[in-house]
């Protein structure tokens, strides 16, 4: 791999650069600050993150990408310019990079074309599009070129995708638009439900990270949070438990075993007995919520195993897909 080709995991909720000569060397979140009044883009990233339920009213804090697809062509350009155009200053390099970038597994053609084109625009000489489960397996070490059947579950912030890769390609996918996002609204959703307090995205994400299960844990532990109470409309102070956090979750945890057993019944039934006998492997950031791997032994059969480095695997693989390619077309 060319020393300035860049992999771009361009998720829901956050954006994470690799380079091979570098490894991981971005990993912001994908939020834009914008002006309403004058429609300048005042921070993204981490800075426009922390303006997120704190913005006065001329200033909206905004995920250009919905369910892992461009929702606002025009600000994921000026998302991509500013991080490609950080990228190249790490590698020191004035050349237009050759760039990869990962993609939900269902997009359309037009889908497509909107990310090759904003990347393009945003300064690639070249673009790859690679679909997440086969970037994800890739950044997890698995050699998806031999002709075992390897089950990829990776779970990012807008979408999750399910597929059993084998012979380098994907022999059954599905994706679903419920993951990590979905999940922190599952969360709000619950507090306002049950205890009439308002909380925001930050907190939620704080009770998804900290008490969040789809199992359940074996000692419950809760976390203190504050919120708005939508009777009085005051603050008020609450503690949410593990046990209340199962509950929560529930549904959007059921989607998404619901997709794993759909595909499981796809799988022909060579590779199914390959899975059955090596288990699936889960990436990307929700598949660390507590439990959700028992879960899924539970209620599959297979044996669950989280990546070691979950969260970057998508990103990584990306990185390397370019350098995938060129050896396939040596052979």
């Not at 990347?119 to 673009?127: F, I, M, Q, T, W």
């Not at 998806?144 to 912030?157: A, C, E, K, L, N």
């Not at 059954?172 to 922190?184: E, N, R």
Request: contains cysteine.
């Amino acid at each position: 791999m060319f020393s300035d080709d860049i992999g771009i995991d361009l998720g829901t909720a956050t954006v994470l650069v690799y380079i091979r000569s570098k490894g991981l060397v971005l990993q912001e979140p994908s939020v834009v600050a914008i002006d309403k009044k004058s429609n300048n883009i005042l921070a993204i990233g981490f800075e426009a993150r922390r303006m997120l339920g704190r913005t006065p009213g001329n200033i909206v804090a905004v995920r250009p990408l919905r369910h892992g697809v461009i929702s606002d062509y025009e600000i994921t350009q000026q998302m991509l310019k500013y991080f490609i155009k950080r990228a190249n200053r790490r590698i020191g390099s004035m050349r237009k990079p050759r760039i990869a970038i990962c993609i939900p597994s269902d997009v359309t053609q037009v889908e497509k074309r909107a990310v090759e084109d904003a990347a393009k625009s945003a300064g690639a000489r070249e673009v790859f599009l690679v679909e997440e489960p086969i970037a994800a397996a890739i950044g997890a070490g698995i050699d998806i070129s031999r002709p075992r059947g390897s089950m990829i579950v990776d779970i990012g912030g807008g979408t999750t995708d399910v597929a059993v890769i084998a012979l380098g390609g994907c022999v059954v996918k599905a994706s679903v638009k419920v993951a990590g996002d979905d999940f922190d609204e599952a969360i709000i959703r619950y507090v306002r439900k049950k205890h009439n307090i308002l909380i925001g995205e930050r907190t939620a994400e704080e009770l998804k990270i900290n008490v969040g299960a789809a199992y359940r844990r074996p000692g419950d532990i809760s976390l203190n949070i504050r919120g708005r109470n939508t009777i009085t409309g005051l603050p008020v102070n609450l503690s949410v438990s593990s046990e209340e956090m199962l509950e929560a979750l529930k549904d959007p945890v059921a989607s998404i075993i619901d997709t794993i057993r759909s595909v499981l019944e796809k799988t022909p039934p060579e590779l199914a007995s390959d899975i059955a006998d090596r288990g699936l492997v889960m990436t990307g950031g929700s598949s660390l919520l507590s439990g959700l791997d028992r879960l899924i032994k539970y209620t599959t059969g297979i044996h669950a195993a989280i990546a070691e480095d979950a969260v970057s695997c998508v990103a990584i693989g990306t990185g390397r897909y370019i350098e995938y390619i060129a050896s396939r077309k040596r052979w």
